[in-house]
């Protein structure tokens, strides 16, 4: 998966919306950089934050289920890191298992979230 999306191009999975950019601040109360979120926020919670230092979505729109969902593999990797394996070590197995060349979890949809999961606990 290759995300080259301008902000501009993201439209909300949910509602069809496109996306607009605000300061994280509005969501978490102080500021972590901007983040692209559905036009339709706070209604609609589907959002994304920017690669750091741009106004470039880091992937698509999610809601709050794939967010959690990310953030498990995310715990998962630097779980695995304890047991001696290296960050590169797991990415690169992951590139293999998934034949990515880029593999990015904030590209990830939920059924490959949950794929990806599975993989971790049974292998690691």
């Known amino acids: 998966m290759i ?31 901007l ?27 999610a809601n709050e289920q794939l967010r959690e969902l990310r953030k498990e593999i995310m715990n998962k990797i630097d779980h695995i890191q304890g047991f001696g394996y290296s960050q590169a070590e797991i990415w690169e197995d992951l590139r293999y298992k998934f034949n990515e060349n880029l593999f990015k ?11 990806v999961l599975q993989y971790l606990i049974k292998k690691y």
């Open 3 to 33: 995300f080259d999306k301008e902000g501009s191009d993201l439209k909300c999975p949910a509602c069809g919306c496109g996306a607009k950019l605000i300061d994280s601040k509005e969501i978490y109360g102080a500021s972590h950089g």
């Open 35 to 61: 983040i692209w979120v559905c036009q339709n926020f706070p209604a609609c919670d589907y959002r994304v934050s920017c690669k750091k230092g741009t106004a470039t979505p880091a992937g698509e729109l």
């Open 105 to 115: 979890i904030s590209e990830l949809s939920e059924e490959e979230c949950k794929e």
